[in-house]
């Protein structure tokens, strides 16, 4: 029997949020357990980033209800979370360690001794050290997604959203994050992942597979697979297989 997990750090109840007249989520529900690497899958126009912004207080809804750690006042949690978006939001004539130093200070951490102590550090982790000088538009894109990283992790939050983290990294420097998102939810962090790749998807500790703001399966990765019946399923077999379930229902 799967254990159940009893601490929530994000608690979706009933939303709902339109783009004008296009309804994205309609009495939407979903729970975020503390301490996993929790996935959100799903493609194009599914409600993935838009969904990451309800949670970190960027869009409001139109009703229902968001609460994290345990409170709907986004105000009062918000140092606790590190949010890093799909675009890149970074200075790109400032420095690497300036851009960092300016979402540090965002973040609350004002005495300069420990602010600078733990941009050194951030910068190790994601491997910029030596670049920390260097100016954001001299970076590859995949360098600026690692000081983006860098940037939402440098105060220590408890919440990660992530909206497509890994996009434009090297396979190497993939396996290199993932590494240290396990490092981190074994430390009790949370993290929110959105991901339209299943290469990524497979390392979350648990999964969803949105379509159309709608949640059509809920599992680990590996048990999303076995739902499939066949043994040599790939994930992206069982993302297709539970589509196709939904599509089915949607012609009843």
Known sequence: MEEVINIITANIHKINFNYGKRKIFDNFSLQIPEGLSFGLLGGNGSGKTTL???????????????????????????SKIGYMPQQNTLYSDLSVFSNIDFFACMYGLHN?????????????????????????????????????????????????????????????????????????????????????????????????????????????????IKATGNSTATLEDSFLYFNSLDNNNDLC
């Open 112 to 224: 300069k001794p420990d602010r600078k102590k733990a941009i050194d550090e951030v910068l190790n982790t994601v491997g910029l050290y030596e670049r920390k000088n260097d100016a954001i538009s001299t970076l590859s894109g995949g360098m600026q997604r690692r000081v983006s990283l860098a940037c939402v992790l440098v105060h220590k939050p408890d919440l990660l959203l992530l909206d497509e983290p890994t996009v434009g990294l090297d396979p190497d420097v993939r396996v290199i994050f993932w590494e240290y998102f396990k490092e981190l939810t074994d430390q009790g962090k949370t993290l929110f992942i959105t991901s339209h790749t299943m290469d990524d998807a497979v390392h979350c500790d648990r999964l969803i597979f949105l379509k159309n703001g709608n949640i059509i399966a809920e599992n680990s990765p590996q048990e999303l």
């Open 52 to 78: 990451m912004k309800l949670i970190a207080g960027l869009e409001k809804p139109k009703s229902g209800t968001i609460s994290i750690f345990g409170t709907d006042s986004i105000h009062s949690v918000r």
